[in-house]
Structures are given as C-alpha cells and as structure tokens.
C-alpha cells in the first residue's frame, strides 16, 4: 500500500522539514523542475499560473532534480537565488530529490505509480531521440518539467508531458476542473 500523498515527508528549499499536508484541499501543480534546461523559461509561465490561480485554490509545487542533463547542478540556496532573481518565482520550491532511479524520492514514486503516462508523452519522447536521448520506461518521468495535477482529495488526476507549457489549453482546462470539484 502506497502512502498517501499528503504524508511523504519533504523539505522546503531552506530545509525546513514539512509534508503536502501543508496544502491539504488545495489543488497541486507538482514540477520537477531544472535551471538549466531549454524548457527552464517555463518558470516563468508557471509563476503566472500560480499568481492567477493561488486565490481559487492552486498551489504551484517546484522540486528540483538534476536527474536530466546535470541540468540542475546547484545547490539549494543556489537554486533559491536563481529563481528568485531571474523569474521572480514565489511559488514554493522544495529541495532538490531525485526523481527516477533508485534513488527517485517516495513522492515521485507514488506520483509516477498513480499516472503512468503523461499526457503528450509520444511526441515529447520523440523529441528527445532526437536528441540523441533514449527515453526510459513510459511511467518513469521523462524529463525536467513534467507535471503532475493532484486533486483536492489529494489524488493524482492527471499528469502532462514535460513540453506541456503552462499556458496549455489542456492543462488549463484539467486544472480549471480540479478547482472546481
């Protein structure tokens, strides 16, 4: 039996130990997100979804990972400051976890269990041979910025590929449903 989502331990990015039961009935946008990826503008799309939706009750969650790339190398603090001063981000950000693997945190592994594919997945994976890159597993997170929407009841009711930007009309729409149930 999997732990429910509201109960796994996590810690802010100045460290202080909390769970998502901080935002019980709220609904959630969890990112992974990276500073130094191509869709590391997103931030910026984010902090705007947050900024519009927060007083319906959405809260925006960034949990770095360097998993993809090195491409989130810093520090915590680093981390903060970056996206402090580049997107003016007020959204709460965690600290850094791993998101796949052996080591991926008890919270990516209950949100992969709980959506194993992300919507727009197949176009994105193709993207990333391209690229050269290999994709993994379908349910294990593909890269930086990948999103998961968890309902008010504290269940995961969607989850969108890593391109999916935050201004997408499907996204929008499954966030606009959420806060309304």
Not at 84 to 106: E, R
Request: glycine letters at 8%; aromatic letters at 8%; hydrophobic letters at 40%.
């Amino acid at each position: 039996m999997t732990t429910p989502l509201q109960a796994i331990p996590v810690n802010r990015i100045d460290g202080a130990p909390t769970t998502l039961g901080a935002y019980a009935g709220k609904v959630l946008l969890v990112v992974n997100v990276a500073s130094r990826c191509g869709l590391t503008p997103q931030y910026e799309g984010l902090e705007k979804l947050y900024e519009d939706k927060r007083a319906q009750g959405l809260e925006v969650l960034g949990f770095p990972a360097n998993n993809f790339g090195a491409q989130e190398p810093g520090s915590d603090a680093e981390i903060s400051q970056f996206c402090s001063l580049t997107y003016d981000v007020k959204f709460p950000l965690f600290s850094k976890i791993s998101v796949l693997g052996a080591d991926q945190h008890p919270l990516y592994a209950n949100l992969t269990a709980a959506q194993p594919e992300a919507l727009g997945a197949a176009p994105f994976r193709e993207e990333l041979k391209g690229y050269g890159i290999q994709p993994g597993d379908p349910k294990d997170v593909m890269w930086n910025f990948e999103k998961f929407l968890v309902g008010r009841d504290g269940h995961v009711v969607a989850r969108f590929a890593p391109d999916t930007a935050p201004d997408d009309a499907r996204l929008l729409k499954a966030i606009d449903a959420a806060l309304a149930a």
